[in-house]
């Protein structure tokens, strides 16, 4: 073990042995900000809304679950659908996922989608012109190898660079595909707009690995965003029980699921894999036990919450709040305070526009616009 593995392990175990006490000592910190900050409703009646899209000041484009894109006048509240796709495997945790605005062409959508292939879903990234009011043009841009009869751990959510986009994808209900590198399920892949495979991506000269991963050795990866300023991509992803992990997604990195874990097997009080940290597997910048269940990330950077400004935002489904987590210069986490807990509600994607406003769904159906307090 050279040197700077032995630092990067030792740095991981005091992370993890430090982290409730800090966590403790943060929410005293946090108590000021976090009361003067509230939620305004602005719509309901959606079907578990998986993700946003924000468009303009009065429109933001909306994927349900269950396989439907609803357009939502954000003045007013009024919503309707204006598009069903095809061939959508909407089972267990599987359906119409995630949804983006393409920062490469105009008017051009992107969407990830469990897809039916012979009654098996498989994680899938699309896009669609919209329009005038009107979704047109739906073609898959990527389908993965990513096929399971499970109706789990489909991911994903979508992120992009200055040139390229990343997508998330879960192991599937399948422990041993977190590191099983011929199929694309348990990792975050990196393709160009057009779903073609980056020049530079880390493993193009490997034929042990598929030449779209970017990382591997994920369980559920459901937040991923891009921080141009820092040029850093981060993810979020659900460990078993206990064991949720915040990770700082690296080129061609082992962020080590199943091998390693700080999770608890459901059936009992035994640890998940070889241990909590293992040389040549990139550690977790920051640990949840109890897991938070996340289901989104973002990262605010904006005037109208400066209180945000920098800050991982991340949704937390089973604890129910909007999880802030401040990160320091050298990527570590150094803070942690949870907010809109009072509306008791399992957020599920959160979205910051241009202009820095906050917008955040639930699966009970309803969109939320984060405001300061009167």
């Known amino acids: 073990m050279s040197i700077l593995q032995s630092n990067n392990i030792s740095q991981a175990i005091y992370q993890t042995v430090t982290q409730g006490f800090s966590a403790l000592m943060l929410v005293f910190l946090a108590v000021g900000s976090a009361q003067a900050l509230e939620a305004e409703k602005v719509a309901s009646g959606f079907n578990i809304p998986w993700g946003l899209a924000y468009v303009d000041d009065s429109t933001m484009l909306i994927s349900q679950r269950d396989g439907i894109v609803k357009q939502l006048n954000l003045k007013t509240g009024e919503h309707k659908t204006i598009f069903k796709p095809a061939n959508v495997w909407a089972d267990g945790q599987g359906g119409l996922l995630d949804i983006a605005v393409s920062p490469f062409a105009d008017n051009t959508l992107y969407f990830t989608y469990s897809k039916d292939i012979e009654g098996e879903g498989a994680t899938t990234l699309a896009k669609a012109t919209y329009q005038n009011g009107t979704l047109t043009d739906w073609q898959d841009v990527f389908v993965s190898n990513s096929r399971s009869d499970t109706g789990r751990h489909f991911g994903s959510r979508i992120a992009f660079d200055n040139d390229s986009l990343y997508f998330s994808i879960g192991d599937r209900g399948v422990r041993d595909n977190g590191q099983d590198t011929q199929t694309h399920a348990g990792a975050i892949l990196r393709l160009m707009p057009d779903g073609s495979v980056p020049s530079d991506n880390p493993f193009i000269a490997d034929k042990a690995v598929l030449d779209e991963i970017w990382s591997y050795g994920h369980r559920n990866p459901q937040g991923l965003v891009y921080d141009a300023p820092t040029q850093k991509l981060w993810s979020i992803e659900h460990g078993p029980r206990g064991g949720d992990e915040l990770n700082l997604i690296k080129s061609g990195a082992n962020y080590g699921w199943p091998i390693t874990s700080h999770g608890k097997e459901y059936w009992g009080p035994i640890s998940v894999g070889d241990g909590k940290l293992k040389e040549g597997v990139e550690p977790p910048v920051k640990v949840y036990i109890p897991s938070i269940a996340p289901g989104s990330l973002a990262l605010y950077r904006g005037d109208k919450f400066p209180e945000l400004n920098?800050?991982?935002?991340?949704?937390?489904?089973?604890?129910?709040?909007?999880?802030?987590?401040?990160?320091?210069?050298?990527?570590?986490?150094?803070?942690?305070?949870?907010?809109?807990?009072?509306?008791?509600?399992?957020?599920?994607?959160?979205?910051?526009?241009?202009?820095?406003d906050i917008y955040f769904s639930t699966d009970s159906g309803n969109i939320y616009r984060l405001k300061h307090a009167d």
């Open 310 to 356: 920098g800050k991982l935002l991340a949704g937390a489904l089973k604890l129910t709040h909007i999880n802030v987590v401040t990160v320091s210069d050298a990527a570590k986490a150094i803070a942690e305070q949870r907010i809109m807990a009072e509306l008791g509600e399992r957020i599920r994607d959160i979205e910051v526009t241009p202009k820095g």
